[in-house]
């Protein structure tokens, strides 16, 4: 997204296996004046990062693998705001899967601004389950 800066927290490789966890800092170049789409702004990324913090506790299956080998997507993300949703600088965007199992996985989240306030307690529900081998065969981008 032009406009958006984002670096990663304790992230070296797509490929390391680690905690349900992932943190992201993010900064926006401008943000908007009008209160509505301050928390559109913000709501925006709460979905980005929810299936790869679940998918990045087991080895080969990483955010890599999502539309390839399995199908993932985001059902439904629950948002709280806390007034009043303003910012200067970055935001820190926390991830934590809660709950994996029965091609399901749920994340809870929060965004705090850098002094700490917390600006949005958010909750991601998602699917994740493996395509079946003839699934695969079809290139990816015809997929969406």
Not at 67 to 72: K, M, N, R, S
Request: aromatic share 10%; with cysteine.
């Amino acid at each position: 997204m032009p406009g958006r800066e984002l670096r990663l927290v304790n992230v070296s490789s797509s490929d390391e296996v680690r905690l349900l966890e992932l943190s992201a800092w993010v900064h926006y170049d401008s943000i908007a004046i009008r209160d509505d789409l301050v928390k559109v702004l913000v709501s925006y990324f709460t979905g980005h990062l929810g299936i790869a913090t679940t998918m990045r506790a087991d080895r080969g299956i990483d955010i890599r693998q999502a539309h390839l080998t399995v199908f993932a997507v985001p059902m439904m993300i629950w948002i709280v705001f806390h007034k009043p949703v303003r910012w200067r600088g970055s935001m820190l965007y926390t991830y934590e899967s809660t709950r994996v199992g029965a091609g399901r996985a749920c994340v809870s989240g929060t965004v705090h601004v850098q002094e700490g306030a917390l600006l949005v307690f958010f909750v991601q529900e998602s699917l994740i389950w493996s395509l079946r081998t003839s699934d695969a065969e079809i290139d990816s981008w015809s997929r969406f």
